[in-house]
């Protein structure tokens, strides 16, 4: 057997992406033949040899040397889809870890070691539970730690929907003073 590329190959190569340049370098690198080609094996072996093929090309070659396709990567879904989860999965608050099925509200979860889903108690009707809505009237939960001062908000005429919002945008100077207002109502 010949061992070199006929003129047919060369042909075909050029046909799947290689340039003369490229071509050359095949060469220079060792790889004179088809049978060369299938002693390199796959696409990410050619790309090590030569570093100026793209992936495309190097995969056309290597699919048309071994006979075989090569594994193309799954499709990735657009940075826009949506995922949906059924209601009895709990991912972890801190890390997005997915709890197992024997989950329990207050466990701790198994990959960062805090408490998945903490359980809070609501500003406006004082329920309390696990996740990040009252399961009694629908409000968004706020931190443990500025729990006074959405009661503060509520008692004030906020809305319910804008509470959690407020907070949010508040800076720690507006909280400091919500805190002094806070501290007047308990004496």
């Known amino acids: 057997m010949d061992n070199q590329f006929s003129a047919l190959e060369k042909s075909i190569l050029t046909a799947k992406g290689l340039t003369a340049a490229q071509l050359e370098a095949l060469g220079a690198a060792g790889v004179a ?12 072996t050619l790309l090590e040899l030569v570093n100026d093929i793209d992936a495309v090309t190097a995969a056309k070659v290597m699919e048309w040397a071994t006979g ?4 193309k990567p799954a499709p990735q879904a657009p940075a826009s889809s949506v995922i949906i989860d059924s ?8 890390c997005s870890a997915r709890q197992p099925k024997d989950y ?3 466990d701790l979860c198994v990959a960062c070691g805090k ?9 406006w009707c ?4 696990p996740g990040k809505f009252c399961r009694s009237c629908g409000a968004e939960f706020v931190p443990m730690a500025e729990l006074d001062l959405g009661v503060l908000l509520r008692q004030e005429g906020l809305p319910k929907d804008e509470i959690p919002k407020k907070l949010r945008a508040m800076t720690a100077e507006e909280k400091d003073l919500m805190w002094g207002r806070v501290r007047k109502l308990r004496r």
């Open 87 to 94: 209601a009895d999965i709990v991912h972890c608050c801190y």
């Open 115 to 123: 408490q998945a889903e903490p359980v809070l108690t609501c500003f």
């Open 33 to 44: 033949s088809r049978q060369d080609l299938l002693t390199v094996g796959d696409a990410g």
């Open 104 to 106: 329990k509200s207050g």
């Open 126 to 129: 004082s329920a309390s539970g």
């Open 68 to 71: 075989r396709l090569t594994q």
